[in-house]
């Protein structure tokens, strides 16, 4: 359950800390924290939050850890190449013109 924290900023202002934490036999395994203007900001805020770790949670439901520079080339590879067909762009590199590379604008070499 998440716990909402009033604090009395230098300014005389109100700010809310919404504080959400996940307990797993009564030690902490998350814990995260958001600071609002408003009270109900950060009411939403952590409810929405619970909402998400509690789907995370779910028995049964692959988890993704980070994945690797490697898996990430291979899926792009294995999309689209099937898509069109690996070849050079016709603007890159530009080949040069009959006289030779382009000088610069304005006339100096």
Partial sequence: ???IKARRQANGAIRYTAIV???LDKVIV???????????AALSWARHREVELEIQAVPGRKQHGPIS?????R?????????SRWQR???WPRAPSSSGWRRPCNGHE
Avoid: P, V
């Fill in 30 to 40: 998350h814990r995260e924290a958001k600071t609002f203007m408003h009270r109900s």
């Fill in 69 to 73: 520079l490697a898996a990430l080339i």
């Fill in 89 to 91: 762009s016709t603007d």
């Fill in 1 to 3: 359950m998440a716990t």
């Fill in 75 to 83: 899926w792009y590879i294995e999309t689209f190449e099937t898509i």
């Fill in 21 to 23: 934490r996940k307990r």
